[in-house]
């Protein structure tokens, strides 16, 4: 089975969340996304997290290990998530 690390920032940072959106996915790192700010788009009822260049700011985000499952389930979710493959 091919695992992909999977970025999250926004609301994917919630375990809680995570968990019940995708059962099998693990955590396996912390880190930042430097020189960058979490912005919200769309109208207030529907808002979607992105991130946009900005001098000085930066995001967190946490790195999940995520299964084909777990992306199916991102997928539907949310698209543009950021995945690389795990090596």
């Not at 959106?21 to 912390?30: L, N, Y």
């Not at 991130?51 to 999940?64: A, H, I, R």
Request: net charge positive; hydrophobic share 35%; charged share 25%.
């Amino acid at each position: 089975m091919m695992e992909k690390l999977y970025i999250a920032y926004g609301s994917n940072l919630n375990l809680e969340q995570m968990s019940n959106r995708c059962p099998t996915a693990k955590v396996v790192g912390t880190s930042e996304i430097k020189d960058h700010k979490l912005v919200f788009r769309g109208p207030h009822a529907h808002a979607v997290a992105t991130v946009e260049p900005c001098k000085g700011e930066s995001v967190p985000v946490l790195v999940w290990q995520i299964t084909p499952n777990d992306e199916k389930a991102l997928t539907v979710m949310k698209d543009g998530h950021i995945c690389i493959e795990k090596k």
